[in-house]
């Protein structure tokens, strides 16, 4: 006698079974297994254009805060302003962002799944390129591009010859032919173009990579500096000639080349004859004498704004410019404590400009000077002196005096364009009785209390100049140019597969049916179907369909 089970019904266990029991046993991943699923991950395309986003959306607070390779002063100056969570942002190394940790994580990141992106699709395309076309589909007819078209008997043409004849067709259109069953009753071949457009996108994607390269060259051996220079003196490429200098990771000082500039004159040319722009500049140039090495011969050569110098491997770049006063300073016991020009930094289109004079050789109390230069001084109506042109029509110095420490010995970098007054006493102010010091050209002001004297002697230009040596610069322009070029061939070609079959009816007509397909979108296909569709009536003699042929338009789309 046999038992009948009753099956359980869906969705219900049966009873007695146990609710802890595994349908389905999902074997340990393991260490290995990990790292290969983490590896796949990394080196999709998606991964890719993730990090790419992150990386542009890291690069943001690089532009939001000031960064120290930059201007170091300007990040002490933000953390002594904002003392309360300026440190936590220098911990994140918001002030040095592209140095940072995390910014060089996603940077190598990338750069491992762009490598781990392009490698295997190379591959799988030159695997690709020497596999022969897909069979020919079974039904043609299915395909979103289809055609036929008829031989007449009267031309003797058979399968095997139309056959070559569309060959040959395709073949002028640069598709890969594969030909198969030639001596069967139905031939046919595939046929695919489009080749160069995976070729295309490798190259955009190894481009890539190359300008990730080029621009770590540049910021592991570039440095870039700043140098302000006054007409009649000469900068020489040490560490020393800098006002700032700002070197790569592991570039060395024994790389700079040893040229020389020597600023000749500094020329501006302003608007004189329209009313509207009257007072614009409207042409710089800075006249300098360089020198390749100590012992090269010296050239003149022209220095202006966007046509920079290129001399020892550096670019020059005239980023600035404004008048340096020659200013003499006599302290207390009548020696000269300083002489020579000192550059004032302009704030306006008609070169007001603040001038900061610091005597740290004064004796028996150090000097310090603050105030404006104006290049054309009027007064207005209050009494307020103020320029009222850019060239130095009038060139005047508006000064307050102090004495005291300066601070220079306490070891503490100190902006020469800023003067602290904290631990200095004034001599001279507006609201002092010995009144501000105000001088011409030429003149000579005495200091309250037999402090010393200040003399105005003459007047100079000064330049400032950016000196940028980065290596990876042009590699770095001519990846993003082939780049470009790989872009647009990838964007812009279509990858497309034809299959052609013909067959002889029994009255001796050559009968052909035709089909294209896209792989992806390719908004140029019916085009393309059209011209082939034209091509085989041209080396058949066939014309419309008074020539035998047939729409080309999809016959089944079943």
């Given at each position: 006698m046999t038992e009948t089970v009753k099956k359980p019904k869906r969705g219900r266990k049966p009873e007695g079974a146990s609710s802890s029991r595994q349908d389905v046993a999902v074997p340990a991943l393991g260490p290995i297994g990990m790292l290969r699923w983490a590896w796949t991950q990394l080196t999709s395309m998606r991964t890719a254009l993730l990090l790419l986003l992150l990386l542009a959306v890291a690069a943001v607070p690089g532009s939001l805060f000031p960064q120290r390779p930059a201007n170091p002063a300007v990040v002490t100056q933000y953390l002594k302003d904002h003392a309360d969570y300026g440190p936590w942002l220098d911990k994140l190394q918001l002030f040095d962002v592209y140095s940072s940790y995390w910014f060089s994580a996603i940077y190598l990141l990338l750069f491992i799944s762009l490598i781990g992106c392009i490698i295997p699709r190379a591959r799988a395309h030159w695997k690709a390129l020497r596999t022969a076309p897909p069979r020919t589909p079974r039904r043609i007819s299915r395909l979103p591009q289809y055609g036929t078209l008829v031989i007449p008997a009267a031309q003797g043409a058979t399968a095997s010859s139309a056959l070559a004849d569309a060959a040959a067709v395709l073949k002028g259109r640069r598709y890969r032919v594969d030909t198969r069953d030639t001596d069967g009753e139905r031939p046919h071949l595939g046929a695919e173009v489009g080749y160069v457009r995976e070729i295309g996108n490798l190259?955009?994607?190894?481009?890539?990579?190359?300008?990730?390269?080029?621009?770590?060259?540049?910021?592991?051996?570039?440095?870039?500096?700043?140098?302000?220079?006054?007409?009649?003196?000469?900068?020489?490429?040490?560490?020393?000639?800098?006002?700032?200098?700002?070197?790569?990771?592991?570039?060395?000082?024994?790389?700079?080349?040893?040229?020389?500039?020597?600023?000749?004159?500094?020329?501006?040319?302003?608007?004189?004859?329209?009313?509207?722009?009257?007072?614009?500049?409207?042409?710089?140039?800075?006249?300098?004498?360089?020198?390749?090495?100590?012992?090269?011969?010296?050239?003149?050569?022209?220095?202006?704004?966007?046509?920079?110098?290129?001399?020892?491997?550096?670019?020059?770049?005239?980023?600035?410019?404004?008048?340096?006063?020659?200013?003499?300073?006599?302290?207390?016991?009548?020696?000269?404590?300083?002489?020579?020009?000192?550059?004032?930094?302009?704030?306006?289109?008609?070169?007001?400009?603040?001038?900061?004079?610091?005597?740290?050789?004064?004796?028996?109390?150090?000097?310090?000077?603050?105030?404006?230069?104006?290049?054309?001084?009027?007064?207005?109506?209050?009494?307020?002196?103020?320029?009222?042109?850019?060239?130095?029509l009038k060139p005047q110095l508006n000064l307050n005096s102090y004495y005291g420490d300066l601070g220079l010995n306490s070891g503490s970098p100190q902006n020469v364009y800023n003067l602290d007054v904290k631990n200095l006493k004034q001599l001279n102010g507006r609201d002092l009785p010995a009144k501000g010091i105000v001088l011409d050209a030429g003149q000579t002001y005495k200091l309250p209390d037999g402090k010393g004297s200040i003399t105005f002697d003459g007047l100079k230009r000064f330049i400032a100049i950016d000196i940028r040596h980065n290596p990876g610069q042009v590699p770095a322009l001519i990846f993003a140019l082939v780049a470009v070029g790989g872009l647009v061939i990838s964007l812009y070609t279509g990858r497309r597969r034809a299959w052609v079959r013909t067959g002889t009816a029994e009255d001796g007509r050559v009968m052909v049916e035709y089909g294209l397909l896209a792989r992806g979108e390719d908004h140029g296909l019916a085009r393309e179907t059209a011209r082939i569709r034209k091509a085989l009536q041209e080396r058949w003699g066939l014309d419309g369909p008074a020539g035998g042929s047939t729409a080309g338009t999809p016959a089944d789309n079943g």
């Open positions: 190259v955009f994607h190894t481009s890539l990579v190359g300008v990730l390269v080029s621009v770590a060259i540049g910021g592991l051996f570039g440095y870039s500096g700043q140098r302000t220079l006054v007409e009649g003196e000469t900068f020489v490429n040490t560490l020393v000639g800098y006002d700032q200098f700002s070197p790569g990771t592991d570039f060395q000082s024994a790389w700079l080349s040893p040229y020389s500039v020597q600023l000749d004159k500094f020329d501006v040319r302003y608007d004189r004859e329209s009313v509207k722009q009257f007072g614009q500049p409207i042409d710089f140039n800075a006249s300098v004498t360089t020198k390749d090495s100590p012992d090269a011969p010296a050239q003149k050569q022209t220095l202006k704004v966007n046509d920079p110098l290129e001399i020892g491997g550096t670019g020059l770049y005239l980023v600035g410019n404004g008048y340096a006063p020659v200013i003499t300073v006599r302290d207390g016991k009548g020696n000269v404590a300083l002489q020579g020009p000192v550059p004032a930094i302009p704030t306006d289109a008609v070169y007001t400009s603040t001038m900061v004079i610091k005597v740290p050789d004064a004796q028996p109390d150090q000097l310090g000077f603050v105030g404006f230069f104006l290049p054309a001084a009027q007064l207005n109506d209050a009494g307020i002196a103020y320029s009222a042109d850019p060239d130095p």
